[in-house]
């Protein structure tokens, strides 16, 4: 998981740092921020130029929780899988992250190993992700209804290839 870009949102400014340095050692490229405003202005920002493929945020912080940060996101189109960390089993917020599509949690305290595990997982499911919005992006460049089935062909087979490949 060489170079991969993640973005790390905790207001525990030791608990941010100390799960970055666990993810970079790891070969991931950790963008961090203390709280959802900030994510959601920093996640914006890197779209275009260096998209952010996985999130791992903590679900009660200040300004904009863990949940809000994810519902901005998916009003706005954005499909970037979400690790949620909490300190708190609050079964409600648990719900709606769910219904927003989390892709996993991990209960504080959480073990290095399960940090890994699950950005990885999160990593592979977003790189999917935006392989297919890159595919369809060019797909719907194509002219002519031919072009397009040739093109969706020609991206499922880079899809397949790539999926398989050893």
């Known amino acids: 998981m060489k170079n991969i870009h993640v973005l790390i949102v905790d207001d525990e400014v030791d608990l941010l740092e100390a799960i970055s340095c666990v993810l970079e050692e790891k070969g991931f490229r950790c963008t961090k921020a203390n709280n959802g405003r900030a994510a959601l202005n920093i996640f914006e920002e890197c779209q275009e130029v260096d998209p952010i493929v996985a999130i791992m945020s903590d679900i009660n912080m200040p300004e904009l929780g863990g949940i809000e940060f994810l519902q901005e996101l998916r009003t706005k189109g954005y499909e970037t899988p979400f ?10 917020k648990l719900m709606k992250a769910v219904d927003l599509g989390a892709y996993s949690f991990l209960e504080k305290p959480v073990k290095n190993q399960e940090i890994i595990d699950a950005v990885s997982l999160a990593v592979e499911h977003g ?11 060019e797909i719907l ?8 089935r040739r093109a969706y062909s020609e991206a499922h087979e880079k899809l397949i290839a790539t999926k398989y490949r050893k």
């Not at 790189?127 to 992006?137: C, D, F, H, N, R």
């Not at 460049?141 to 072009?147: A, C, D, N, P, R």
């Open 141 to 148: 460049t194509k002219g002519t209804t031919e072009e397009r």
């Open 83 to 92: 690790v949620f960390l909490s300190g708190y089993g609050d079964k409600e």
């Open 127 to 137: 790189a999917a992700i935006y392989s297919l919005g890159e595919l369809t992006k």
